[in-house]
Each structure stands twice: as structure tokens, then as C-alpha cells.
């Protein structure tokens, strides 16, 4: 069973830059699709990327789209999001979650069977 562990969020003033890590242990990272989620105080939990399992399928929501890139290092078990022009409504606490059997929504969270504890990202104004 694989377990996730996400690093990398902080404050950043609005127009910055931060790059998430999610790195995976406990089983065969290449076997899952992989994608970030990200939650607001008060906000259901909402899709921000996705990616397969040999990285060459990305996914993004539009809100996210052209600012942020999700990729992965399967050599290193480790899937990246790199938030760029960040603004203060991407302030939440970032999640990664893998799957294994095979998408079908891959923007549901009930898609995801494995889950990090999260890291928070704050955007100033």
C-alpha cells in the first residue's frame, strides 16, 4: 500500500512561484495515476491537476490552467506541481492522492484511493 507525503507549500506573495512534492513509498509509484487536489477554508475539496502513470497524459482545471504544471520522476517515486503567477484564490491546502485500477473521472476525488496529509499554500495580496 502506498503512502504519500506532499512538501513544499508556504506563503508567497501574489505573482510568485512555488513547486509541490509528492513523494510515494510502499509500493510500485509507477503503477499509479496520480493527481493534486486542493481544499479551502469552508470550499469542497476541488480537482487542480492529474497525471498518468507514465507522465504522458496531464490533465488541469481551467482555473489552473497555463500557470501550473504537474510532472513526475518515477525514478525518484515523486510527482511535482509547479504553481507559477500564484494568486490569493489558490490559497489552500494542497493534497496528493494516487490511484491504481485505472481512471474514470480522473478530476474525482473518489477516483483516488491513497492520500497525503496535505501541505498548505498561502498567496498574499
Known amino acids: 500500500q502506498v503512502q504519500l507525503g506532499e512538501s513544499g507549500g508556504g506563503l508567497v506573495q501574489a505573482g510568485g512561484s512555488l513547486r509541490l512534492s509528492c513523494t510515494a513509498s510502499?509500493?510500485?509509484?509507477?503503477?499509479?495515476?496520480m493527481g493534486w487536489f486542493r481544499q479551502a477554508p469552508g470550499k469542497e475539496r476541488e480537482f487542480v491537476a492529474a497525471i498518468s502513470r507514465g507522465g504522458g497524459n496531464t490533465y488541469y482545471a481551467d482555473s489552473v490552467k497555463g500557470r501550473f504544471t504537474i510532472s513526475r520522476d518515477n525514478a525518484k517515486n515523486t510527482v511535482y506541481l509547479q504553481m507559477n503567477d500564484l494568486k490569493p484564490e489558490d490559497t489552500a491546502l494542497y493534497y496528493c492522492?494516487?490511484?491504481?485500477?485505472?481512471?474514470?473521472?480522473?478530476?474525482?476525488?473518489?477516483?483516488?484511493?491513497?492520500w497525503g496529509q496535505g501541505t498548505q499554500v498561502t498567496v498574499s495580496s
Open positions: 492522492a494516487g490511484e491504481s485500477t485505472g481512471w474514470s473521472t480522473f478530476w474525482s476525488s473518489s477516483d483516488y484511493d491513497y
Open positions: 510502499g509500493g510500485t509509484f509507477s503503477r499509479y495515476n
